[in-house]
């Protein structure tokens, strides 16, 4: 699975978007850009996924770019509850098998009053 | 729909002491199942997973087991906790030929 590399930590004001980048030049054609959060002390909980169109759904927009080297998260209207750890993961989408998920360290957000 | 229960939310235990952590999956059948294990301001170790009743792969060497006695429960063990044992543990899940995981709240363990 390819790495990823995502800033540390970033903030963001209550309200605003949120923009999380991910890089991931080596990622190969088969692969998928996976976002999780994990709000302190607890479990991990799936964003969003894709492979090489923009996504949205309820939660979120993820957007690859057209080389696929690098994604976006965003957030449109961040809230305090969206501070959080997120982890942006890609690995190719097995179809049977063990689906095992490598995380990294993410990028800590904190939402600003 | 489908939940995940992961107990107990909080362990102490003694070096030496034995442990076992249960996770079960209401609303599936046939998941994939996963131990992860979160030092802290760490990311997330992948210890053991699971695509069927008593297959068990292991990610790293280490003083914790793994089981699966039935479809939808998977238990971690240790027979002698180790100080380094100490951690936040998650179980997840994965439905069969399915890439998104969801996660059980998770177990924090102190060995003392």
């Known amino acids: 699975d390819a790495k990823t590399t995502q800033p540390p930590s970033m903030d963001c004001a209550e309200g605003r978007a949120a923009n999380l980048p991910c890089n991931h030049s080596?990622?190969?054609?088969?692969?998928?850009v996976y976002w999780y959060r994990q709000i302190h002390s607890q479990g991990p909980q799936y964003i969003i996924h894709?492979?090489?169109n923009n996504e949205t759904n309820e939660m979120a927009s993820l957007i690859i770019t057209e080389d696929r080297k690098s994604s976006t998260l965003i957030l449109p209207h961040a809230t305090l509850r969206d501070t959080a750890v997120y982890y942006c993961?890609?690995?190719?989408?097995?179809?049977?098998?063990?689906?095992?998920?490598?995380f990294g360290t993410g990028t800590r957000l904190t939402v600003i009053p | 729909s489908q939940t995940i229960h992961q107990w107990p939310a909080t362990l102490v235990q003694p070096v030496g002491s034995p442990l076992s952590l249960e996770c079960t999956v209401e609303?599936?059948?046939?998941?994939?199942l996963y131990w992860y294990r979160q030092a802290a301001g760490r990311g997330l170790q992948l210890l053991f997973y699971?695509?069927?009743?008593?297959?068990i792969s292991s990610e790293v060497p280490q003083n914790l087991s793994a089981s699966r006695p039935q479809d939808r429960q998977f238990i971690l063990s240790s027979k002698k906790l180790l100080l380094s044992d100490s951690g936040f543990y998650l179980c997840?899940?994965?439905?069969?030929?399915?890439?998104?995981?969801?996660f059980g709240a998770g177990t924090r363990l102190s060995v003392l």
């Open positions: 894709g492979l090489k």
């Open positions: 997840a899940w994965t439905p069969a030929a399915k890439n998104i995981q969801y």
């Open positions: 080596t990622i190969s054609g088969n692969e998928y």
């Open positions: 699971s695509v069927g009743i008593g297959q």
């Open positions: 993961i890609v690995r190719v989408d097995r179809g049977t098998g063990a689906n095992n998920l490598f």
């Open positions: 609303g599936t059948s046939n998941p994939n």
